[in-house]
């Protein structure tokens, strides 16, 4: 799994990180990438405090705008479903659809013949992480190529990483087969061997880029196994004079309201699981992650109905976030590169970026 990093331990990573040789490499599979997804997904710190860091270090916008618009990618889609269901197509249906609910079998085996995504699938599994240009081939090859639903197939492979989103993994799985995108992105061997550094032919997708909207892959399918789902553990010791302060996998802040002596539960949601189910090692890893961030945080696991009862609602506080919305709790803001956006919808990507870039070139 990733490393279980303190926060001074991220910033340390940060502070390492040199932009300018990630604009340059970013698509390589070795290229210069920050890493820094599985924090930034689990709330640990923010796009904001990533580039305010970056700034401090007096790194100018031009050095750093590559890295920025993949942050803005981020803070794009968490906008998005602010507005609308990652479980929804965004603009239209994937328009090759061979299977709606099963996954093709060479992938849930690692076995599709195509040597940089089977190693990657097999890192996956003992690193929670793949790079973003394989997490394209892979999604290309599964929709694209053998047919599968992009639900299906965000669904499964949402749980097996450290940096599980919905709102980046399902709108990337829509973008790369078109739904969420004006074109379905589509990727050949020798691209593949350019950005992986490896030299295969003879593969499935050795072929032209004009072959590729008309190769469909014929396979075996099988039904994705969700075989984890956690014990319900509804019990916390709760010193009802204080408040409460509601954590979940997607906001472990280990500095949001620090100061307040307060109960710190992390709550799992069980009613969250169908859609978004994690791998045992990824649920562990997270857990283990909280406790490294807050100490003394305690772990719950139940439904909202069920936990709530447990708390005074009116002392109980949270930071915003689309699947806890419905709580009703005070909620406090998410930190934005562009804050003032936060009621509108956000439109295209590009459209937010500029004004991304413009509100951010303000504050010199
Ligand atoms: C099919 C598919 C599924 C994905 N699922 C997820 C996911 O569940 N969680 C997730 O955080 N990212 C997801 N991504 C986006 C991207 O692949 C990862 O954020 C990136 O690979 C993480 O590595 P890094 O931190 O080194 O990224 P860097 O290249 O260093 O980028 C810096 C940060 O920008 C953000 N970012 C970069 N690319 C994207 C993107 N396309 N969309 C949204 N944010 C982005 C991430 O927070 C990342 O940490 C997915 C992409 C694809 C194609």
Redesign the pocket.
């Known amino acids: 799994m990733m490393p279980l990093l303190s926060i001074s331990e991220i910033y340390a990573l940060i502070d390492q990180f040199d932009p300018v040789h990630?604009g340059k490499t970013?698509n390589y599979q070795n290229g210069g990438?920050?890493?820094?997804?599985a924090y930034?997904?689990r709330g640990i710190i923010s796009t904001r405090q990533v580039y305010e860091r970056l700034r401090q270090r007096g790194i100018t916008h031009y050095e750093m705008e590559a890295?920025l618009m993949?942050?803005c990618?981020?803070d794009h889609?968490q906008r998005i479903w602010q507005h609308h269901n990652p479980q929804i197509e965004v603009r239209t249906a994937q328009h090759f659809i061979y299977n709606e609910n099963q996954l093709p079998t060479p992938v849930l085996e690692t076995n599709t013949g195509i040597h940089a995504i089977d190693d990657a699938l097999r890192t996956l599994k003992t690193t929670g992480y793949?790079?973003?240009h394989l997490?394209?081939y892979?999604?290309a090859l599964v929709c694209n190529h053998y047919g599968a639903h992009w639900r299906t197939a965000a669904k499964w492979?949402?749980g097996q990483?450290c940096?599980?989103?919905a709102a980046?993994?399902h709108l990337?799985?829509q973008w790369?087969c078109g739904a969420n995108a004006p074109k379905v992105y589509y990727a050949n061997q020798d691209n593949i061997n350019k950005y992986t550094d490896s030299k295969q032919s003879g593969s499935s997708l050795d072929t032209s880029y004009e072959n590729l909207p008309s190769l469909h892959i014929t396979t075996a399918w099988q039904n994705p196994d969700y075989p984890f789902r956690p014990s319900s553990t509804n019990v916390a010791i709760l010193n009802k004079t204080i408040p409460t302060h509601l954590y979940t996998p997607y906001h472990l802040d280990p500095n949001w309201r620090k100061e307040e002596t307060a109960n710190k539960i992390l709550f799992w949601d069980l009613d969250h699981w169908n859609d978004y189910p994690f791998t045992k090692s990824v649920f562990d890893w997270i857990n283990e992650l909280a406790l490294v961030q807050i100490p003394d945080i305690q772990i719950v696991v139940s439904t909202w109905e069920e936990f709530k009862g447990n708390l005074d609602l009116k002392k109980t506080f949270t930071k915003e976030h689309p699947l806890t919305i419905s709580y009703g709790l005070q909620c406090d803001q998410r930190d934005w590169l562009w804050p003032v956006a936060s009621l509108e919808k956000p439109g295209s990507f590009f459209n937010y970026w500029k004004k991304v870039q413009k509100y951010l070139r303000r504050e010199d």
């Open positions: 990630y970013r990438v920050s890493k820094l997804s930034l997904s890295f993949e942050l990618w981020r889609s793949m790079h973003n997490r394209m892979l999604a492979f949402f990483l940096d599980a989103d980046s993994n990337s799985w790369v």
